[in-house]
């Protein structure tokens, strides 16, 4: 069977429907899957997808493959991804999630769970090979029922979130999944809700369901600015990611609400590590120190983050991209929905919400950058970057994920996308000086290795 190589990332399986991605090739996922799953002894595994046009397809070829494996499916329908990893928590240990997550509406994937862990990297290449070799074992006794997780689901969060005070928000789901979930949860904790774009619509006709790019926030900022709401949340496609915005119209990046989410899981487990990716604030980590914790800096990517908290026992990870865990009083995985109710329950604490959030530390940054590449190109360019990269004292270079380098005063970060073909740029200065010296350092040497590099949002 011939596939492309694009299509496996670091930590799922992801492509354009019907370019590289066909129902063939969700038959074989199914089939391998399922061989690799019995070997592992799993015979249960739970199924799901988002609202993306091509799922229904995807997901019934999926299911094939599995129960020609022999594997005993639970099919969950339309969830949200957190909500696939619920069922694979909750009624089995293994899940396929076919989701495009905040990828263009042309685009589908599948996000995996074997044997209670998120798959990645060398376990994703064996999927590959016995796709591509047709080195699956078929056996008779596969079965598939229909099973509502979302009552279980809503209940166990309501059942662990207090509020100290109802808030009224606003909810933008961008017509991603999330929609038709978010909204009732966050009422049954106690919200007053005004909902956008809650219905699940494919086509995504408003904006992109993507809240870590600005341009998809106006209409909620515009919708909160115009109204007597105190808070706006805003999900991307498949309900994994929470993006936060304040009344003043002020982007709560994730790498802060990790400062006020470390705060309060180390008021009941001093001493815990926090783990966060190498994107974050350079402020994070001191924060993280200032309650009681010890940070953890790591590379990007949710299956990465979950791997690293299991190993060192983590109450909480998170990355900038908007992923936030809770193994504390949650189940382990990245949960938009969940991550919104503890930020909801830590601001009711106080009389104003904006006001506590605005306080966080900050820094002066650049949204996160993009240079788009030809498909293989990212990780060469960054090894090129990293051999050719001298910079004096005080900078300290890391090379973790890509090239970060930390100053007194501030970082600048290019890595590799491990998910699209682009080289990832962040830069953050104390002062605005800062960040332009340091974006100058940084961009002097991209430049010094890729001369025609372009950026798809400003660089300024």
């Known amino acids: 069977m011939h596939l492309s190589a694009s299509l496996f990332k670091a930590y799922d399986i992801r492509g354009i429907v019907p370019t590289n991605l066909t129902e063939d090739v969700a038959l074989a996922l199914g089939r391998a899957f399922g061989t690799l799953a019995r070997a592992k002894g799993e015979h249960t ?115 662990d979130i207090r509020l100290a005070r109802p808030i009224k928000i606003v909810v933008d789901s961008g017509n991603g999944v999330a929609g038709a979930s978010a909204p009732a949860i966050l009422r049954a904790i106690g919200c007053e809700v005004q909902e956008l774009y809650s219905e699940v619509d494919g086509t995504f006709p408003n904006h992109h369901p993507d809240p870590s790019k600005p341009d998809n926030l106006r209409d ?100 900038m991209s908007g992923h936030i865990f809770f193994k504390e009083r949650w189940l382990g995985f990245d949960d938009g929905t969940y991550a919104g109710c503890r930020l909801l329950e830590i601001v009711s604490r106080s009389p104003d919400a904006g006001v506590l959030l605005n306080a966080l530390p900050t820094s002066f940054s650049t949204p996160e950058l993009n240079v788009p590449c030809l498909e293989g190109q990212p990780h060469p360019l960054v090894a090129q970057l990293v051999a050719q990269a001298r910079f004096d004292a005080p900078a300290v270079v890391n090379t973790i994920d890509g090239l970060r380098v930390d100053w007194p005063d501030g970082f600048g970060l290019v890595r590799a996308s491990n998910t699209t073909p682009v080289l990832v740029l962040r830069f953050e200065g104390h002062t605005p000086a800062a960040l332009e010296r340091i974006q100058a350092a940084m961009l002097a040497l991209l430049y010094a290795v890729v001369p025609d590099a372009q950026f798809d949002a400003p660089a300024h």
Not at 64 to 75: F, H, N
Request: proline content about 4%; charged content about 20%; aromatic content about 6%.
């Open 45 to 159: 595994v739970a199924v799901g997808r988002d609202g993306r046009l091509s799922g229904p397809m995807l997901v019934g070829a999926l299911v094939r493959g599995l129960q020609e494996a022999g594997m005993a499916v639970i099919d969950v329908g339309m969830v949200t991804t957190p909500m696939l990893y619920f069922a694979a928590a909750t009624l089995c240990k293994s899940g396929i999630q076919v989701t495009g997550s905040h990828n263009p509406r042309d685009h589908n994937g599948f996000k995996m769970v074997m044997a209670g862990k998120a798959i990645y990297g060398e376990e994703i290449q064996a999927l590959r090979s016995m796709m591509e070799a047709q080195g699956w074992s078929l056996q008779a006794g596969g079965s598939c029922r229909v099973v509502d997780v979302l009552p279980a689901y809503r209940a166990r969060i309501v059942g």
């Open 220 to 319: 909620l900022i515009a919708v909160l600015q115009r109204g007597d709401a105190e808070l706006g949340l805003a999900f991307d496609g498949d309900g994994d990611r929470l993006g936060i915005v304040t009344k003043d119209g002020s982007n709560i990046y994730p790498d802060r609400q990790m400062m006020l989410f470390a705060q309060d899981v180390l008021s009941r487990v001093p001493g815990g590590t926090i783990v966060f990716d190498v994107k974050c604030s350079q402020r994070l980590a001191p924060a993280i120190e200032a309650a009681g914790g010890k940070p953890l800096m790591f590379k990007t990517g949710h299956s990465l983050i979950k791997a690293k908290m299991r190993e060192v026992d983590s109450p909480l990870g998170g990355e």
